[in-house]
């Protein structure tokens, strides 16, 4: 298993700049299969997920290369809309092609993505918006067998939660069906808008993303697009959060502070100086760390899930005591056993976490069992006194292009050590 080597107590220093974000590039690019036309999709981050996803795109007859950071795809050879378990399985947001090869062939069979490392992960959301638009889904031995009786038609569909994937899948399905499909407790996420803006430069006519009330007017056609996908704002999260960790000062280029505007407070509210730019975000932290009295993720505009993990790591050597509510995932507090190993002092019922700062976490062998859960352990390794591992780096893999060399240009003492 390959491991990162950290020797920690380094204060991170320098600039780095942001790849594109995962969760936006993956919808996008199940859309492009929505015409037959090419689409250029631009920053799109090298990472293990998005790899799956184009193995997904191959599989099912487009043709797409990779040219640095841009993706191209040319959907004009699907032949197939089935995805196999072991592609389904490489990722659980695979489930995301539902919608669009439901859109493009009004048929399609998948696996069950059934649960992950976070908990359930139920999909009742995605399926009933899907079936109001008129998909037929047989739920059989663990497959998901879905047709279309001519084309979907559009629908006023109320999510009783405004779930990001089930919200991506309507829109996905709903661009080419026929009249008006109003989703209302929509997800309001900044990768619900890039998809919109994505579809919208291809053709489609979707108003109100970012809202929670979408309005897409259904068009016969689309055509491709090239497009730029918007910079991740959890992988700023995580820089920002290894900085004040070790005491560091750093600018995060290329990211949109807008979308980490409910996080950069914690930043602030812990003792570390924050200022923006329009597409940067520098950070000092000089004075010690302070406690945040609480933080409790939610649904954007709230406190992200995803920031929730690598922003323990850095509270777990603030002085005094901060509580962290997770109300997203059932099961995102797998970081903690970990960060115990590491001498932090939390403390988890249910979904409140109580973590009382310590002055110091010393060296560990420790185990990702989820990608943000990595990129805690990361954070804390950073900050840690003496020499870590970090074990689980294909679920790091999963969200973070280079993260070694990135944290090596920061000035981190950090190694990837390849398995035998
Ligand atoms: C996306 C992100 C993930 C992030 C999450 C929440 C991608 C690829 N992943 O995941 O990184 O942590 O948003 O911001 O974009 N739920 C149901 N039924 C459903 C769908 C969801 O009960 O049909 C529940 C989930 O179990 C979870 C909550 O809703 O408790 C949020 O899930 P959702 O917003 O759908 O997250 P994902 O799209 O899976």
Do not use: W
Request: with cysteine; proline share 5%; net charge neutral.
């Amino acid at each position: 298993m390959d491991c990162y080597h950290i020797i920690g107590q380094n204060r991170l220093n320098g600039k780095v700049c942001l790849h594109g974000a995962k969760n936006s590039a993956l919808p996008i690019l199940a859309a492009t299969i929505l015409s037959n036309k090419q689409s250029v999709i631009h920053n799109c981050p090298q990472l293990t997920d998005i790899k799956a996803a184009c193995d997904i795109l191959e599989y099912i007859g487009c043709t797409v290369t990779r040219q640095g950071q841009s993706v191209v795809v040319d959907p004009s050879g699907i032949c197939r809309g089935d995805i196999p378990d072991n592609l389904m399985r490489e990722m659980r947001s695979s489930i995301i092609f539902l919608g669009a090869l439901a859109a493009r062939l009004g048929k399609t069979c998948v696996s069950f993505p059934g649960g992950c490392e976070l908990g359930a992960r139920p999909i009742d959301l995605h399926l009933f918006g899907l079936r109001k638009l008129g998909l037929i889904i047989n739920e059989e031995h663990g497959l998901l067998d879905c047709t279309a009786p001519g084309r979907l038609k559009g629908a006023k569909i109320v999510l009783s939660f405004p779930s990001v994937g089930a919200t991506e899948n309507i829109l996905l399905a709903c661009v080419l069906a026929q009249g008006t499909t109003t989703i209302a407790n929509a997800a309001r996420e900044p990768e619900i808008i890039d998809l919109a803006n994505y579809l919208n430069a291809c053709g489609a006519q979707v108003r109100g993303a970012g809202s929670d009330t979408i309005v897409v007017e259904g068009v016969p056609k689309l055509h491709g697009a090239e497009h730029s996908v918007i910079p991740d704002r959890i992988v700023a999260a995580t820089y920002l959060a290894a900085a004040a960790a070790t005491g560091g000062e750093v600018l995060v280029q290329d990211c949109c502070p807008l979308h980490l505007e409910s996080i950069l407070p914690v930043f602030e509210h812990a003792g570390c100086v924050v200022s923006c730019t329009q597409n940067s975000i520098y950070l000092s932290a000089k004075q010690p760390l302070k406690a945040v009295p609480v933080i409790r993720t939610l649904p954007y505009p709230g406190f992200p899930t995803d920031a929730q993990a690598p922003l323990m790591a850095m509270l777990s050597l603030a002085q005094g005591t901060s509580v962290i509510v997770e109300n997203i995932f059932e099961n995102r507090f797998k970081h903690v056993p970990e960060m115990l190993k590491m001498g932090a002092d939390i403390k988890v019922e249910g979904r409140v976490a109580v973590v009382s700062g310590v002055s110091r976490l010393h060296s560990a062998k420790v185990y990702a069992s989820d990608l943000r859960a990595g990129a805690a352990l990361v954070v804390a390794a950073l900050a840690a006194q003496g020499e870590s591992e970090v074990y689980g780096l294909s679920h790091i893999d999963r969200g973070y292009e280079n993260l070694d060399t990135t944290l090596q240009n920061l000035g981190a003492r950090m190694i990837r050590k390849y398995e035998e």
